[in-house]
């Protein structure tokens, strides 16, 4: 039988280089609130601890008719806001909360310093956000196949192929 381990993320929280308020936050927010813009420029990454938070897009139509669906959700354990520790872009998606919510908002540039002052346990930490960030990659390859089939077929294109 697998032995269930602590997130690598909340072992953080206990370590003695990493401060409350310093390297992190822990954030409260009631329904239906904005965490963080598309567009805008940060280096926080967010754990969810409790609620469901969603992630959603902005995509403009060919009539200028602005779409904004909502593509992922989060529940705890799961990490969002991780893709501008990489790239340093600003943020691609709007994130919101749907119920009440907890989360820890982890500063990118001390989660980082603290990966290079503990390698091993930042390779754990690397090695969970990438793991999540595969997970996510397939699930929207999944989304994407299934969403480009059904503009061939709507089209007439799949009596062709």
Request: aromatic share 10%; glycine share 6%.
């Amino acid at each position: 039988m697998k032995q269930e381990t602590e997130h690598p993320m909340l072992a953080l929280l206990k370590e003695t280089d990493f401060l409350e308020g310093e390297a992190w936050h822990r954030r409260h927010f009631p329904a239906n609130v904005v965490i963080f813009e598309q567009g805008e420029v940060s280096r926080s990454l967010f754990l969810v601890v409790s609620g469901r938070i969603e992630a959603s897009g902005s995509a403009r139509m060919h009539d200028g008719k602005e779409l904004k669906p909502s593509f992922t959700a989060f529940t705890a354990g799961d990490l969002f806001g991780e893709l501008t520790l990489f790239d340093e872009l600003p943020r691609s998606a709007r994130v919101a909360t749907v119920e009440d919510s907890e989360v820890i908002e982890f500063n990118g540039d001390a989660l980082f310093e603290f990966m290079e002052r503990h390698p091993e346990q930042g390779y754990r930490i690397l090695y969970h956000i990438t793991r999540s960030l595969v997970s996510r990659l397939r699930v929207t390859n999944e989304k994407l196949f299934s969403l480009y089939a059904w503009g061939l077929k709507a089209h007439g294109i799949d009596k062709h192929l």
